[in-house]
């Protein structure tokens, strides 16, 4: 069984720097692209960041030069660091993984349970 487990979410003033964490565990052979999505109350979820299992990155414009995606493959770990963070970076954060899982042949989509992080003074 996958597992997706993020850590890191909180409370931050506007300005402020934030860390989120997700590691993946469970009978895993390999994992392709890792995302961080949000969702903000009353809006849809939206991709804030993605990266590629050899590291290729994407991001939303709305925080291109303000957050950095990052993985560590050997820990099946993903990681967002957020700087100058805004009001409206406030929502819930979900990491996702498309994993293949033993005794599969193809990539599953696999989300955690989400982070709260809030931008406010």
């Known amino acids: 069984q996958v597992q997706l487990v993020e850590s890191g979410g909180g409370l931050v003033q506007p300005g402020g720097s934030l860390s989120l964490s997700c590691a993946a565990s469970g009978s895993i052979i390999s994992i392709n692209a890792m995302a961080w999505y949000r969702q903000a109350p009353g809006k849809e979820r939206e991709l804030v960041a993605a990266i590629t299992s050899g590291g290729s990155t994407n991001y939303a414009d709305s925080v291109k030069g303000r957050f950095t995606i990052s993985r560590y493959n050997v820990k099946n770990t993903v990681y967002l660091h957020m700087n100058s963070l805004k009001p409206e970076d406030t929502a819930v954060y979900y990491c996702?993984?498309?994993?293949?899982?033993?005794?599969?042949?193809?990539?599953?989509?696999?989300w955690g349970k989400g982070t709260l992080v809030t931008v406010s003074s």
């Open positions: 996702y993984a498309d994993i293949t899982g033993d005794g599969s042949i193809y990539g599953m989509d696999y």
